[in-house]
């Protein structure tokens, strides 16, 4: 399309030169509908469509509709932001997102609104499958009595005069060379383009109201204390109608009474008796599922490791399932009667009394160590 052959824009959307720009985006997004070409009868809805796109992304812009006003098409050749003629539909959507809101997706001009964070707290044992919990939370929403808009129900409402009806002004800041224009939302209509004689009685005109709200949150087995869920869209509403934010959904595991999780696996400690130590027994022991019973060989040492196999968590990527590791801790008794310890003379009688052997080494390396000592 070469600059001569197009259309004015104002005949394209069948407005006035002195359109409000409340009635440039109706009469957009009545030509958007009717030449949809996903939905248009008409022959030839696709350039139709693409025409009122580009017709609306210069009238919808102070700027750009200032330059179109004095210098007509030539004024915006090399600034247009888009090609439209190479564009398919739903490109076109993706940039006018925000007059349509999430229906269309895609991130308009107008900043989406805030995220929003939670938390849900889960035991160990729900980390061992998948879970569903309902989570309540409070949101800035939309005010069931304006409607968001702000406005006392049937009071005047008018052309915004700050920003003139846009929504957003442009501000300049730095200096000399280094000026920079910055488009943000116009802070005496929060981007709504109106203003209103009489503020909504319920919000006082902010348009918002706290709203609880409970959603349910998948979280899936494997999960790590720390890592979060994105509930995509439960956040609060943005300015201007654009996109929700999200709602981030932390986790905290609470503490097991006597696992402790190391990755997969899950750790336990089981104190014994020397007794049980030496001769073997067979003991309970907690698991995630309740208990287990566990055969603690003969002559186990203290702080020796059995393992329980997949007895632990599963992998949150892959679903391989973890270890529970009992670790042995072996009592010696405090106190002995009368009868225990003729029982355990008669016993040590039976043994080298002088060192046993595994102590021997350590005895005769500390004798060279400490003789050591005298040398330095
Ligand atoms: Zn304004
Ligand atoms: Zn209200």
């Known amino acids: 399309m070469t600059v001569a052959q197009k259309r004015d824009y104002y005949d394209v959307l069948g407005v006035g030169k002195g359109a409000a720009p409340d009635e440039i985006k109706r009469a957009y997004r009545?030509?958007?509908?009717?030449?949809?070409?996903?939905?248009?009868?008409?022959?030839?809805?696709?350039?139709?469509?693409?025409?009122?796109?580009?017709?609306?992304?210069?009238?919808?812009?102070?700027?750009?509709?200032?330059?179109?006003?004095r210098f007509g098409h030539a004024g915006l050749s090399g600034t247009a932001g888009h090609d439209f003629s190479r564009m398919r539909p739903d490109d076109i959507f993706s940039i006018f997102g925000d007059l349509f809101g999430s229906a269309f997706g895609g991130g308009g001009r107008v900043s989406r609104g805030r995220d929003l964070q939670t938390e849900v707290v889960l035991s160990l044992k729900d980390v061992g499958k998948d879970t569903e919990h309902s989570i309540e939370f409070e949101r800035e929403d939309f005010c069931d009595r304006c409607a968001g808009k702000g406005a006392e129900p049937g009071s005047d409402v008018r052309s915004c005069d700050t920003c003139g009806g846009y929504g957003q002004v442009e501000r300049t800041s730095g200096m000399g060379f280094f000026n920079t224009r910055v488009v943000t939302v116009c802070p005496e209509c929060r981007g709504n383009g109106s203003t209103f004689s009489k503020?909504?009685?319920?919000?006082?005109?902010?348009?918002?109201?706290?709203?609880?709200?409970?959603?349910?949150?998948?979280?899936?087995?494997?999960?790590?204390?720390?890592?979060?869920?994105?509930?995509?869209?439960?956040?609060?509403?943005?300015?201007?109608?654009?996109?929700?934010?999200?709602?981030?959904?932390?986790?905290?595991?609470?503490?097991?009474?006597?696992?402790?999780?190391?990755?997969?696996?899950?750790?336990?400690?089981?104190?014994?008796?020397?007794?049980?130590?030496?001769?073997?027994?067979?003991?309970?022991?907690?698991?995630?599922?309740?208990?287990?019973?566990?055969?603690?060989?003969?002559?186990?040492?203290?702080?020796e490791l059995l393992r329980l196999s997949k007895q632990g968590l599963p992998d949150l990527r892959t679903g391989r399932v973890g270890d529970q590791v009992v670790r042995v801790l072996i009592e010696i008794p405090r106190r002995l009667n009368e009868r225990q310890r003729d029982i355990l003379r008669d016993f040590a009688e039976t043994e080298d009394k002088r060192v046993l052997p595994e102590s021997k080494g350590f005895y005769e390396k500390l004798k060279d160590f400490l003789a050591g000592i005298g040398e330095d």
Do not use: W
């Open 30 to 69: 009545k030509a958007a509908m009717k030449y949809h070409p996903d939905r248009s009868e008409v022959a030839d809805a696709e350039s139709k469509f693409k025409e009122a796109a580009e017709a609306y992304e210069i009238l919808s812009d102070p700027q750009k509709r200032g330059k179109y006003d």
């Open 199 to 303: 503020a909504c009685k319920s919000c006082h005109g902010r348009g918002r109201s706290p709203k609880r709200r409970v959603v349910t949150v998948k979280i899936p087995a494997g999960v790590h204390d720390g890592q979060g869920v994105r509930l995509r869209g439960e956040g609060e509403p943005g300015e201007n109608g654009s996109e929700r934010g999200d709602l981030h959904c932390y986790v905290r595991i609470k503490a097991h009474p006597y696992l402790e999780r190391h990755s997969n696996d899950l750790v336990c400690d089981i104190p014994i008796s020397f007794t049980q130590a030496a001769l073997g027994a067979n003991v309970e022991v907690p698991t995630l599922g309740g208990k287990a019973e566990v055969t603690i060989p003969a002559g186990i040492q203290h702080g």
